[in-house]
């Protein structure tokens, strides 16, 4: 059973840019959270897509956003980067809101 | 909104040696996850805990809740160096793991 993917793995971009980073779940998994985790904030909750809805979205600007598909795939998206962006990106994936996630193996992501 | 302290934040064990990583919750602990974390991978689910008083044990890690106390323990027995890396433990809101808080991590190191 394949695990939860996050492409790309490894990303550098400039500031101002804007990035999309892609998250397949756990097939059969219709729950997607996303996490940022820096060194100084640690790991914080972004935004959580149930069934192609946004179910709960954590305190990040608006620059920050996400989508879900009808195959549970999820993308999510910041705008206009800047440097405190920098940080690994962790998706997860669960059956139900209620159970544990499983974690993909996240993107870096750099902004010089 | 819910804080989650750890302690230690870090730890140098001797292969073969007990110990013990905590974690305290600001407020009542409605379900309790713990997860590893290898450097600037993703993590890998250990244990969730959702009642009062409920133990839990995979191979030679334990953990513990103590919902009085709002207080999880993880318990490691002869400690390997496959057991070095970050442990996490998290909350969930109103006993989901959807929207997780994590606590800052303990660092554990594993010598020969």
């Known amino acids: 059973k394949a695990g939860v993917t996050q492409t790309p793995r490894y990303l550098i971009k400039t500031r101002g840019q804007q990035v999309t980073l892609s998250c397949s779940p756990i097939?059969?998994?219709?729950?997607v959270s996303w996490y940022q985790q820096t060194p100084g904030q640690g790991l914080q909750f972004l935004f959580e897509?149930?069934?192609?809805?946004?179910?709960n979205k954590g305190n990040f600007p608006g620059r920050f956003s996400g989508r879900q598909f009808s195959n549970s795939r999820s993308e999510m998206n910041v705008s206009t980067l800047e440097l405190g962006d920098s940080a690994l990106y962790l998706c997860?994936?669960?059956?139900?809101?209620?159970?544990?996630?499983?974690f993909g193996s996240g993107t870096r992501l750099t902004v010089v | 909104s819910q804080e989650l302290e750890q302690s230690p934040q870090s730890l140098i064990v001797q292969e073969g040696k007990n110990l013990t990583i905590n974690c305290t919750s600001s407020?009542?602990?409605?379900?309790l996850y713990w997860y590893k974390q290898k450097y600037g991978e993703g993590l890998i689910f250990l244990m969730m805990?959702?009642?009062?008083?409920e133990e839990k044990s995979h191979e030679k890690i334990t953990a513990k809740l103590d919902e009085k106390k709002q207080q999880s323990s993880l318990h490691i027995t002869a400690s390997q160096p496959s057991h070095a890396g970050i442990y996490l433990c998290?909350?969930?809101?109103?006993?989901?793991?959807?929207?997780?808080?994590f606590g800052t991590g303990t660092r554990l190191q594993v010598t020969l």
């Open positions: 407020k009542t602990l409605y379900g």
């Open positions: 897509y149930f069934s192609e809805t946004q179910r």
């Open positions: 097939s059969g998994h219709r729950s």
């Open positions: 998290g909350a969930g809101s109103r006993g989901t793991a959807s929207k997780l808080t």
């Open positions: 997860a994936s669960s059956s139900y809101t209620d159970y544990g996630y499983t």
């Open positions: 805990l959702q009642k009062g008083g």
